[in-house]
């Protein structure tokens, strides 16, 4: 599968009309709403967020509020997030039952931040809902749905809470909130609803229920790497899910085998099945992508022209050739800048001056394998003199890379 993704948001803002958030809401690849299962949506907001558009340009400095359900509660998956950066708002329709409190006390033990949306106060929903006020930093309400009269009598069930007024429309809304203290506000009358639209690049289902299998039989890290080299799309997904959540110090080991290693085998595990619950992996039989066969064309290129200098060569020098082609395309596929990317990552020297200035042996490899993408054949026969190589060696190794992608 690949394409286009689509996913909305809107904005949060406080009385500065400054933005503190966004919600974020699902969208199918043709701009549709409608889904039946509530996990399947908050698990393909959260790949989008996170594998494919990335934090950076999707949420900025603020919070994305994140609607998730009761079955999502009871998963793992929401302690993969940056609990900095991502507010859940817990649905008016969650059954709180013991499972779901305690799930839900564990993740604000752990310092997560939960919202109650819709909020109400009749006796049903309080009592519900009355039980984990403790572990609620966020109380919305739909101004809409909400009786104004009948939140002032019962705005004190929420004290010391942050209030959030949603689907303001009108300048007296937004005033008769303010009045009663609401600190944030949301709807059309702030801003509207903006649709996100970004190049998608989803890996093979199999692929990602293998990999899972095998974190779930604690294969070693070395066999998990090398599952990774057959998934081009997955590991690029990777570095954008590392980008988003994290800072790297690879100076000294850079490799996607080092970024497994610190990403370690439970957060792999339930990044996975996050991907797992969002069906955004492709059936084998799809066809790939453009950007899937630009991929593999890099790493090919790349990987192979080191076979053809007449250099010794260490698995050091093949994992670095590697990360500096899968960095190098997070441009291409995902639109994001190689500085913010370099700002994710602290990679050695040569890493860094290949994917910046095209420095060093590794800046010669990229910028051939550019060269071919490009068609110019001019500067790419110049390149190769430089390392002693001419335009047979490349042809034999394009033909290589050729038949392993019809494989």
């Known amino acids: ?78 302690y993969n997030l940056p609990k900095d950066r991502f507010v859940f708002e817990l649905s008016a329709d969650i059954h709180m039952g013991k499972k779901e409190v305690a799930n839900l006390a564990q993740l604000h033990q752990r310092g997560y931040v939960s919202a109650l949306d819709n909020t109400r106060f009749d006796a049903n929903y309080m009592g519900n809902f009355g039980p984990i006020l403790p572990y609620i930093s966020y109380v919305k309400f739909d101004t809409v749905q909400t009786d104004i009269e009948s939140l002032q009598e019962n705005i ?25 203290g609401f600190q944030y506000f949301q709807g059309y009358f702030i801003a509207e609803i903006y649709t ?32 990774f080299e057959l998934h081009n799309e997955l590991t690029l997904q990777l570095l954008q899910y590392v980008k988003s959540i994290e800072k790297f110090d690879l100076s000294g080991h850079p ?47 790349m990987l192979g022209i080191l076979t053809k200098l ?11 050739a590697r990360l500096v082609a899968l960095l190098s395309l997070l441009d291409n596929v995902f639109d994001v800048e190689i500085e913010k990317t370099l700002k994710a990552f602290d990679l050695d020297y040569d890493v860094e001056g290949a994917l910046i200035g095209r420095e060093g042996l590794l800046g010669d490899l990229l910028s051939i394998a550019i060269t071919i993408e490009e068609g110019n054949f001019a500067t790419m026969q110049e390149l190769l003199g430089k390392l002693d190589l001419h335009v047979e060696d490349i042809e034999d190794i394009l033909n290589k890379s050729l038949d392993s992608i019809k494989e």
Do not use: C
Request: aromatic fraction near 8%.
């Open 310 to 320: 007449k250099i010794e060569l260490s698995d050091k020098l093949r994992e670095k």
């Open 156 to 180: 004190s069930l929420f004290d010391g809470k942050i209030l959030i007024a949603q689907k303001i429309e009108f300048q007296e809304v937004f005033d008769a909130y303010k009045e009663m």
């Open 1 to 78: 599968m690949s394409g286009t993704l689509k996913m909305a948001r809107q904005p949060i803002v406080n009385l500065a009309n400054n933005t503190i958030g966004y919600e974020f809401f699902y969208r199918d690849d043709e701009g549709g709403r409608d889904f039946t299962d509530p996990r399947f949506a908050t698990s393909s907001v959260l790949v989008n967020i996170l594998n494919q558009v990335g934090m950076d340009k999707s949420i900025g400095d603020a919070k994305a509020f994140i609607n998730i359900s009761g079955d999502i509660l009871l998963t793992d998956i929401l």
């Open 196 to 227: 996100i639209e970004q190049n998608r690049l989803d890996p093979k289902h199999l692929g990602v229920v293998r990999l899972f299998n095998m974190l779930q039989s604690e294969y070693q890290i070395e066999d998990i790497s090398k599952e």
């Open 255 to 301: 490799s996607i085998k080092e970024i497994i290693n610190r990403v370690g085998t439970e957060k792999l595990k339930q990044w996975l099945m996050l991907i797992i619950y969002s069906r955004s992996s492709k059936n084998i039989d799809s066809a790939k992508s453009h950007y899937s066969i630009m991929i593999q064309n890099r790493i090919d290129t």
